[in-house]
């Protein structure tokens, strides 16, 4: 397939002229968007052309169950707003049907786009047949890093301050790799699957994101001690990796121990690399520690497609169309598919609005101290957008 | 938040209004309303805050007169877009901005609006290429887009057409590569890549589920040309499995111009290699009133060229005042959708509607005795500053 793909290239040799013309003439940096649709990778997948028109990127909107539709309608005020050069496609998945129709064609659109931004899709069916839809999402793109960057507020009220941690979570496999059966009657196995691949990805996903970002330290977290081969397989690979990135600190800790130290001392962590139960169990904690559900926002990552969502993958359907959700997680969501789209300008106009809303007016949601609606959040970040 | 930017919006164009009034003195006091699209236009070029920066190329023929008229409908409406004007022309080398220059600046832009460039049909120096081509080449502008749509009360044999032609518009025929092989036998290379192929087959299927079509046509000659058209097929039917909610068809380029003028009704989206995309877009145009009245758009991944549908310079009518302008005034409107000024685009695309509608103001090619600078003026009276 590569050696197809590089004969590809020389065959087109106007194509790359063209790609150069306008790589000189456009800014030199690349965005990340850019680096995983233009770098000549090892492709599993074939190839498809990038959705981007005139300047204008296309982009899967999944809106999802609970708070979902309302936060995306924020999003959607915001880039109009800001004119951002963003062009959104909007699937509806419905939740109650049995069949994975809408799944499959959501997984279609975000491919052909390669990129999406989605709200907690509910899997409503109890047959065993159907499968957390966006578990099948993430596997279907094989997008097998997960990012989630934890920053304090200063404007909302916690025990811990200055908290920046970023954990990054193996997202295809582990305990996610949804096979359990019975194989003797009242015997129920479920397996972890733990491969030297997709460990190896992760690890070099997570600690060249510690080297482009300036981070110091990566802790791997893991309980080898007692699955002293699937998690030993993780934590021996992740140990390799280090030897190739010498400036960078590792070290590596039990899951247990490492939930005890994240409430107890959290500013000791700095980058941190699990697989994917644990990261689920991580990620929730630190997302307390922060303010709940409604602030952060998670990136996946795959080799060619980014799916950014809310943090912590609460759907929220107790609070939907009550207008006290907490837009905050969304609104960070679409910041950063800005970024990853390398529209720089737009996404640092929304983060420093969104910033100046929580830090400095205060304008907050119940669910993180305040009593503003999620309408007069939004709104009070309109009003932010441009001001200093 | 439809109500914000209304406020907003309203207030900016009172303040202007005395100024559309009175519009011939040119000064607009534009410096005043900069501020509606403040922070819109990032990657995009902007010279002062919030205004934006267009490259024009005037063009050949009437086209000059043309882009007179857009300009002129731009400073009625304060419209913050400052234009950065290229003399470019084929058929007038000695005076024409050098090729880099130009492509240069609409790399920088990200948006042009282009006059027509006249296309001799003998080269003097033996060169193949055309102007119009070096620079889609340079700028690598593959996807030609050209929406044929029935305007109000314009006179034509068909009603309620709306169809988009896409056109790859950087191989195919047009590769200049031509060549004598034994005296008295030419050779013309047309030549069809996958790569091409398949994206400007996904860059017409991505624009049908933009503009929320149901229906993307590939026109080919595959019974003739069975390799290269063969490929271009292929592969629309490739990317047509990614796209399982839009109705995908094939049908033989003969055929294909007899439908058109026979049903243009069952066309939405079609997508063709090069030549034959300039056949039927001309074509279509034809069926909805001719070359003044269809706007297109040329896209690459990073720049958008917005100029006329049917190519046509009409050099019989320089300087006598007679050329339709509402094709270009339709591809700045366009323009102004693409970079988020939509409520501006709305409001030329309602003042145009208004006049043909109106049916008191219309140029010769639409049966009337009326001059270009009269609809420019009519259009310019019926822009609607409160929308």
Known sequence: MAVRLLSKIKLLPELRGAAYLSAAAAPAELSDFEVQHKTPVIRKQKLIPVAQYGGRHAVTMLPGGGIGPECMGYVRDIFKYIGAPVDFELVDIDANVDNDDDVQYAITTIKRNGVGIKGNIETKSEAAYVTSRNVALRNELDMYAYVLNCKSYPGVTTRHKDIDIVIIRQNTEGEYAMLEHESVRGVIESMKVVTASNSERVARFAFEFAKRNGRKKVTTVHKANIMKLSDGLFLETSRRMAQEYPEIEHNDMIIDNCCMQLVAKPHQFDVMLMTNLYGSIVSNVVCGLLGGAGLLSGRNYGDHYAVFEPGTRNTGTAIAGKNIANPIAMINASVDMLEHLGHHFHAGLIRRAVEKTINVDRVLTPDVGGTASSTEVVNSILGNIGRR | MSLITRNVFRTLVQGSQHVSKGLHTSAVNADKNVCFAPFSMSSLQTSKEGRIKCTLIPGDGVGPELVY??????????????????????????????????????????????????????????????????????????????????????????????????????????????????????????????????????????????????????????????????????????????????????????????????????????????????????????????????????????????????????????????????????CSANLLAHVNLHSYSKMIKNAINKVLADGKVRTKDLGGQSTTLDFTHAVIHSLDHHQ
């Open chain 2, 69 to 330: 008229s857009v300009q002129e409908v731009f400073k009625a409406a304060s419209i913050p877009v400052d234009f950065e004007p290229f003399f470019f022309s084929e058929v007038n080398p000695t005076l024409s901005a050098p090729l880099e220059d130009v492509v240069g600046s609409i790399a920088r832009n990200k948006i042009c609006i282009k006059g027509i460039l006249a296309t001799p049909d003998f080269s003097h120096t033996g060169e193949l290429q055309t102007l119009n081509m070096k620079l889609r080449n340079a700028l690598d502008l593959y996807a030609n887009v050209v929406h044929v749509k029935s305007l109000p009360n314009v006179k034509s044999r068909h009603h309620d057409v709306d169809c988009i032609i896409i056109r790859e518009q950087t191989e195919g025929e047009y590769s200049a590569l031509e060549h004598e092989s034994v005296p008295g036998v030419v050779e013309c290379l047309k030549i069809i890549t996958a790569a091409k192929s398949e994206r400007i087959a996904k860059f017409a299927f991505d624009y049908a589920v933009k503009m929320r079509r149901r229906k993307v046509t590939a026109v080919h000659k595959a019974n003739i040309m069975k390799l290269g058209d063969g490929l271009f097929l292929r592969s629309c039917e490739e990317m047509a499995k990614l796209y399982p909610r839009i109705e995908f068809e094939k049908m033989i380029v003969d055929n294909c111009t007899m439908q058109m003028v026979s049903n243009p009704n069952q066309f939405d989206v079609m997508v063709t290699p090069n030549l034959y995309g300039n056949i039927v877009d001309n074509l279509a145009s034809g069926l909805v009133g001719g070359a003044g009245v269809v706007a297109g758009a040329s896209y690459s991944a990073d720049c958008a060229v917005f100029e006329q549908g049917a190519r046509h310079v009409f050099s019989g009518a320089v300087g006598k005042n007679i050329a339709n302008p509402t094709a270009m005034l339709l």
